[in-house]
Nanobody, 126 residues
């Protein structure tokens, strides 16, 4: 049973930075699709950054150049470094994973992920 536990959310001013962490338990990390989604109030959940089994990361256009996903296999943790934050980045951020998925043609498809964390709130004020 894979369990995902997010941490690191909080409140920050526009232009600031935060780093989210997602600890994976019950399975090794790496070699499958693992990453981050977010859901803003009144909006659908959307993909932010996904690492696949080829160690390639796909980023949403809205975060390219500002967000960086990284993996620490020893700590079994995937991180999302968020720089130059904007008010429109305000959302609940969710970690998602599916060890059965090595690669996805559309990595931001929600139904492809079997495991989800409970989410961590990120609030960016202007």
């Amino acid at each position: 049973q894979v369990q995902l536990t997010e941490s690191g959310g909080g409140s920050v001013q526009s232009g600031g930075s935060l780093t989210l962490a997602c600890e994976v338990s019950g399975y090794a990390v790496g070699g499958y699709c693992l990453g981050w989604f977010r859901q803003a109030p009144g909006k659908e959940r959307e993909g932010v950054a996904i690492l696949d089994g080829n160690s390639m990361t796909t980023y949403a256009d809205s975060v390219k150049g500002r967000f960086t996903l990284s993996l620490d296999k020893a700590k079994k943790t995937v991180y999302l470094r968020m720089d130059s934050l904007k008010p429109e980045d305000t959302a609940v951020y969710y970690c998602a994973a599916d060890p059965r998925k090595y690669w996805l043609a559309r990595p931001f498809t929600l139904r492809e992920y079997h495991y989800w964390g409970e989410g961590t709130q990120v609030t960016v004020s202007s």
